[in-house]
């Protein structure tokens, strides 16, 4: 039989096949993803348990007129193998390539931009609402994880939803799994409830009592989904105003798509419980789906293998010895993360500590004011939280810890440019957004070493600090074996020179020294974005004819406009240049080629204040090689 999938250029090409080829097509799918990631890296468990899923949805849905909204969007690879990007899938998350999550911009199928969760009820609902404002006779999708049903946004959106009459389907791929395993009440209610002993029994002993007699044994089926549906949370999303159907296999095309079917017909909101399986297809993956999650590549008939040189220890280690280290000297140390634990690098804690270790699920609001709570009761909470997802829980930092003076620290992960996953998860903007705000400090480590120190001297803090390092390994400084910190809101010389001193805000300390060479200039270790080191800032200012500052994040308001704004208080008045992040979103790509088309590596820095400051460079070299 000929391959399908190469037929297939839109969801219109889909639509057109026959039910039967259905199953064929979405065995090719699953294989053309697997090979794809596999090639170029990606998120691999969550896009083989939506290809029924997403076969099924542009099937029975005329898409794009009826709007899809992926939540997260990290399982939409098949959806844009359907929606003709097959042929740019080799291009996945690399500099000019297509995202690896749903882009405005990118497809008229991607009709809403995603990648933080719990999202897709409030946009799919404004759609729908729209839809009937405007007269239109469409529908509006959105496919939501079960571990992103414990945000609030989502219960937010559900909540209003309830109230309006308009045609929205939310549709819960119910897999068991987030990224790190669901945590919380309601899924543990959701689990107990469908491998229940009494629902498994009641069912089986209707289909053996009733399968000799067809008639009797097709009602017993569809009264079997109607019982279903009274133990499980059928009553609950029903008291927000849905029509709850379900749940149903996701993986069974012939139960999918006349669901669908049935439920395009239907007024007012409908839920649809559905159940899959993450690495659906794929045997690792099955087993292992937190390990296939996000998988660099590999080869599909072998799997993940061990890399032939062991890795450099990077950041994110770096902060889970230092918490198991800390926690081993300090009972009172207690770790939050909000589903993030593989991520954040508290498997080992968990393990260690598990009293102490909270998973709150996808809620960085709750994460913040649950580290508040601890604190109001002398616990010394740690919130370890990307970069990105702190944003997620701005009013709770600044109302319910930083108003209240509360000693927690936040563990930054994934400072500045992440690579791969683009501008939703870089981490740009937390030097801007946190030194704004009363009693919080913010230090940026340049190295693994400074990482760990300055996290204790964050600990020791009887008031909230930030400490923020980037995604990946460092230069390879060896770690201090004991617990000891480095002066709060002090920075250091790291090499004397003329004309010119750069200030380094983090990593990117290491590429100003490279350049400082070919400029003979001096370089300091500012270390502390907040609070500033005024004093070695204006020894600088008072013994140099310009000053440079280089940070990996937004130049508007970040540690740059510290350093002008520390000068205007002194009443000093000398040039400044500013390096870091601009005014503008930065795609997926490749860390160290994005830094250096931004002009933070050494050579750009190098080329940039030679631009700037000609004059004075080549006086001072000229004075060095006089001396």
Same mark, same amino acid.
């Given at each position: 039989?000929s391959?399908?999938?190469?037929?297939?250029?839109?969801p219109?090409?889909?639509?057109?096949?026959?039910?039967?080829?259905?199953?064929?097509?979405?065995?090719?799918?699953?294989?053309?993803?697997?090979?794809?990631v596999?090639?170029?890296?990606?998120?691999?468990?969550?896009?083989?348990?939506?290809?029924?899923l997403?076969?099924?949805?542009?099937?029975?849905?005329?898409?794009?007129?009826d709007?899809?909204?992926?939540?997260?969007?990290h399982?939409t690879?098949?959806?844009?193998?359907?929606t003709?990007?097959?042929?740019r899938?080799?291009t996945?998350?690399?500099?000019?390539?297509?995202?690896?999550?749903?882009?405005?911009?990118?497809?008229?199928?991607?009709?809403?931009?995603?990648?933080?969760?719990?999202?897709?009820?409030?946009?799919?609902?404004?759609?729908?609402v729209?839809?009937?404002?405007?007269?239109?006779?469409?529908?509006?999708?959105?496919?939501?994880?079960?571990?992103?049903?414990t945000?609030?946004?989502a219960?937010e959106?559900?909540?209003n939803?309830?109230?309006?009459h308009?045609?929205?389907?939310?549709?819960?791929?119910?897999n068991?799994m987030?990224?790190?395993?669901p945590?919380g009440?309601?899924?543990?209610?959701?689990?107990?409830?469908?491998?229940?002993?009494?629902?498994?029994?009641?069912?089986?002993?209707?289909?053996?009592?009733?399968?000799?007699v067809?008639?009797?044994?097709e009602?017993?089926k569809?009264?079997e989904?109607q019982?279903?549906?009274?133990?499980?949370?059928?009553?609950l999303?029903?008291?927000?105003?849905?029509?709850?159907?379900?749940?149903?296999?996701?993986?069974?095309?012939?139960?999918l798509?006349?669901?669908?079917?049935?439920i395009?017909?239907?007024?007012?909101p409908?839920?649809?419980?559905v159940?899959?399986?993450?690495?659906?297809?794929?045997?690792?993956?099955e087993?292992?789906?937190?390990?296939?999650?996000?998988?660099?590549?590999f080869?599909?008939?072998?799997?993940?293998t061990?890399?032939?040189t062991?890795?450099?220890?990077?950041?994110?280690?770096?902060?889970g010895?230092?918490l198991?280290?800390?926690?081993?000297?300090?009972?009172r140390?207690?770790?939050?993360?909000?589903?993030?634990?593989?991520?954040?690098?508290?498997?080992?804690?968990?393990?260690?500590?598990?009293?102490?270790y909270?998973?709150v699920?996808?809620?960085?609001?709750?994460?913040v004011?649950?580290?508040?709570?601890?604190?109001?009761?002398g616990?010394?909470?740690?919130?370890?939280?990307?970069?990105?997802?702190?944003?997620?829980?701005?009013?709770?930092?600044?109302?319910?810890?930083?108003?209240?003076? $509360?000693?927690?620290?936040?563990?930054l992960?994934? #400072?500045?440019?992440?690579?791969a /996953? =683009? +501008? *939703?998860?870089? @981490?740009?903007?937390?030097?801007?957004?946190?030194?704004?705000?009363?009693?919080?400090?913010v230090?940026?480590?340049?190295?693994?070493?400074e990482?760990?120190?300055?996290?204790?001297?964050?600990?020791?803090?009887?008031?909230p600090?930030a400490v923020?390092?980037?995604?990946?390994?460092?230069?390879?400084?060896?770690?201090?074996a004991?617990?000891g910190g480095?002066?709060?809101?002090?920075?250091e010389w790291?090499?004397?020179?003329?004309?010119?001193?750069?200030?380094?805000?983090?990593?990117?300390?290491?590429?100003?020294?490279?350049?400082?060479?070919g400029?003979n200039a001096?370089v300091?270790?500012?270390?502390?974005?907040?609070p500033?080191?005024v004093?070695? $800032?204006?020894?600088?200012?008072?013994?140099?004819? #310009?000053?440079v500052?280089?940070? /990996? =994040? +937004? *130049?508007?308001? @970040?540690?740059?406009?510290?350093?002008?704004?520390?000068?205007?208080?002194?009443?000093l008045?000398l040039?400044?240049?500013?390096?870091?992040l601009?005014?503008?979103?930065i795609?997926?790509?490749?860390?160290?080629?994005?830094?250096?088309?931004?002009?933070?590596?050494?050579e750009?820095?190098?080329?940039?204040?030679?631009?700037?400051?000609?004059?004075?460079?080549?006086a001072?070299?000229?004075?060095?090689?006089?001396t």
């Amino acid at each position: 039989m000929s391959a399908l999938l190469p037929t297939i250029q839109s969801p219109a090409d889909l639509r057109r096949l026959q039910r039967t080829q259905l199953r064929p097509l979405a065995d090719e799918l699953r294989q053309f993803v697997l090979d794809s990631v596999s090639k170029t890296g990606g998120h691999l468990s969550s896009n083989l348990g939506t290809v029924e899923l997403t076969v099924a949805l542009h099937y029975v849905f005329n898409t794009p007129e009826d709007r899809i909204v992926w939540d997260v969007g990290h399982q939409t690879y098949p959806h844009k193998i359907l929606t003709g990007r097959r042929e740019r899938m080799h291009t996945l998350r690399q500099l000019g390539g297509i995202s690896g999550f749903p882009q405005r911009a990118e497809s008229e199928y991607d009709t809403f931009g995603t990648a933080h969760s719990s999202t897709s009820i409030s946009a799919a609902l404004g759609m729908a609402v729209a839809a009937r404002q405007k007269g239109e006779d469409r529908h509006a999708i959105a496919v939501i994880g079960d571990g992103a049903m414990t945000a609030g946004m989502a219960f937010e959106a559900l909540n209003n939803a309830g109230v309006e009459h308009c045609r929205l389907l939310v549709i819960l791929n119910d897999n068991d799994m987030s990224i790190s395993p669901p945590v919380g009440a309601l899924n543990r209610y959701l689990a107990q409830l469908m491998s229940g002993q009494f629902y498994a029994a009641a069912k089986n002993v209707g289909k053996s009592v009733l399968k000799p007699v067809p008639p009797l044994f097709e009602l017993a089926k569809r009264l079997e989904q109607q019982a279903k549906g009274m133990v499980v949370p059928a009553t609950l999303f029903e008291k927000f105003g849905f029509n709850y159907i379900g749940p149903i296999d996701g993986h069974d095309l012939d139960s999918l798509i006349p669901t669908l079917e049935n439920i395009k017909q239907l007024e007012g909101p409908q839920f649809l419980h559905v159940v899959t399986k993450k690495g659906q297809g794929y045997k690792l993956a099955e087993a292992d789906p937190v390990a296939y999650h996000g998988p660099g590549k590999f080869d599909p008939a072998v799997g993940l293998t061990p890399p032939a040189t062991p890795p450099k220890t990077t950041f994110t280690q770096v902060f889970g010895q230092w918490l198991c280290d800390m926690a081993e000297a300090d009972k009172r140390l207690v770790g939050i993360t909000p589903a993030m634990r593989e991520g954040s690098g508290m498997v080992e804690f968990h393990k260690r500590f598990p009293e102490r270790y909270h998973d709150v699920g996808i809620a960085e609001q709750h994460a913040v004011t649950f580290a508040a709570g601890l604190a109001c009761e002398g616990l010394k909470p740690v919130v370890a939280i990307y970069s990105t997802f702190l944003q997620r829980a701005y009013d709770q930092l600044i109302h319910d810890v930083a108003l209240q003076n $509360l000693p927690v620290v936040f563990a930054l992960d994934r #400072a500045g440019l992440v690579g791969a /996953d =683009g +501008a *939703t998860h870089a @981490g740009n903007y937390d030097i801007a957004y946190l030194r704004c705000i009363p009693n919080m400090a913010v230090a940026c480590p340049a190295d693994e070493a400074e990482c760990r120190q300055l996290l204790s001297t964050a600990y020791e803090q009887n008031h909230p600090v930030a400490v923020r390092y980037p995604r990946g390994a460092g230069v390879g400084r060896p770690q201090p074996a004991d617990l000891g910190g480095l002066p709060y809101g002090k920075g250091e010389w790291r090499r004397r020179g003329q004309g010119v001193a750069i200030l380094a805000f983090g990593t990117l300390l290491y590429p100003a020294l490279q350049a400082a060479e070919g400029l003979n200039a001096s370089v300091a270790n500012m270390r502390w974005a907040k609070p500033l080191d005024v004093e070695l $800032l204006l020894e600088l200012a008072r013994n140099h004819s #310009a000053l440079v500052t280089v940070e /990996d =994040g +937004a *130049t508007m308001g @970040g540690a740059g406009s510290a350093v002008l704004e520390a000068l205007q208080a002194a009443g000093l008045s000398l040039p400044v240049l500013q390096l870091g992040l601009p005014d503008q979103f930065i795609e997926h790509g490749d860390p160290v080629k994005l830094l250096s088309l931004q002009g933070l590596d050494a050579e750009g820095i190098e080329r940039r204040v030679r631009a700037r400051f000609s004059h004075l460079v080549g006086a001072a070299s000229a004075a060095s090689a006089t001396t």
